[in-house]
């Protein structure tokens, strides 16, 4: 049996009938830019992220960006994230005019380590983004204390984290705000490229929504110079079909991650995700580790099981920091993980018996 690694056709097929219907409406009534369909959007994933305003955008880079630019970052400004993520969030801290500074992971969770922020502040750090990475939330309660001590502002790169929770609390309601990716490979997708930033703070809402449409809400009134980065009508219509199940596919991923746990967790050598107390974890990715990465990856591949492994290079030793001249000595968990960590196949979809396959590879390759 072959095991991709996602399978969003099969997605589709589950709720085609509700997708195929929201495309047509759209098209029906060329609400293709802003429209009815975005409005619908953005109150109801507002809602669902329990917060009090969505302001939806082009893709979760964007969204980044957005919220900088609206928070006011400026040249000299440092801005400390952490070295395991996606390129989007330390490089749009750059494009927004600010300084990238990274910080070390915790040794279990792949998120941002508090203690690593605390020594990392200098006079000129503005704000955190800390990273929900693979689905699991960073240590809020620590991060919100440094923040309010040194009277910083927070984002929170959701992108990989909708609908998880830290105590009592969904993600993306601790910060000022909290930025989303709908990639279609995201645990909410879009069919094509789609992000929104959510936030409590009327100020900050209204001024990114502005930044995100040309520097104004009403037409040829452009108080500021924004961007155009648009959540399309069609995007948004797909959206809110496909949010109304998020809920049960979160529920699921959940459910398939216990199998992997279970099916995982004797193995010698190999680290199974793990979630900390008082946090929930929706895993968007099922992340494992193993010192001999490659050679599980290759075992794996030849038996038609696909993994991912994301990210081979963690962030300050990418090309394109080489201007830090970053040391391994300086990140010493998200250096050691980038060589040891593998994202299984993980989707809502998954069956028992592909899971099974998986499991079965693993422990003959043990
Ligand atoms: C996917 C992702 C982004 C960027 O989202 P796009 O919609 O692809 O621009 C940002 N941060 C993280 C952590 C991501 O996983």
Known sequence: ????????????????????????????????????????????????????????????????????????????????????SWISTSAMITHAGGTVVFCDTDASTFTIDPLAIESAITPRTVGIIPVHLYGQSADMDAIMAIARKHQLW????????????????????FGNAATYSFYPGKNLGAMGDAGAVVTSDDGLAARMAMLGRHGGLTKHQHKIEGINSRLDGLQA????????????????????????????????????????????????????????????????????????????????????????????????????????ILSLPMFAEITADQQNTVIELIHAFA
């Not at 009815?36 to 955008?57: G, I, L, T």
């Not at 960006?65 to 994230?81: H, N, Q, R, S, Y």
């Not at 490659?294 to 030849?302: F, G, I, K, Y």
């Not at 962030?315 to 993980?337: G, I, T």
Request: overall charge negative.
């Open 1 to 84: 049996m072959s095991v991709p690694y996602a399978d969003l056709h099969l997605q589709y097929q589950t709720i085609k009938d509700e997708v195929d219907a929201a495309i047509a409406a759209v098209i029906r009534d060329s609400a293709f830019i802003r429209g009815p369909y975005v409005d619908a959007f953005e109150d109801a994933f507002a809602a669902a992220m329990e917060a009090k305003h969505c302001v939806s955008c082009a893709n979760g880079t964007d969204a980044l960006f957005i919220a900088m630019a609206a928070l006011g970052v400026k040249e000299g400004d440092e801005v400390i994230t952490t070295a395991h």
């Open 154 to 173: 927070v984002i929170e790169d959701c992108a990989q984290s909708h609908m998880a929770r830290y105590k009592d609390r969904q993600v993306g309601t």
């Open 237 to 340: 219509a797909i959206l809110s079909a496909k949010l109304r199940h998020l809920p049960q596919w979160t529920r699921a991923r959940q459910s398939a991650a216990a199998i992997y746990d279970a099916g995982l967790n004797q193995i010698k050598d190999l680290e199974i995700p793990y979630v900390a107390s008082n946090r929930t974890h929706v895993y968007h990715l099922y992340t494992i580790q193993h010192p001999h990465r490659d050679d599980l990856a290759n075992h794996l591949r030849t038996n038609g099981v696909q993994t991912a492994i994301n990210y081979p290079v963690a962030l300050p030793f990418l090309e394109a920091y080489s201007r830090f001249d970053h040391r391994p000595e300086q990140f010493p968990n998200s250096h050691r993980q980038q060589g040891r």
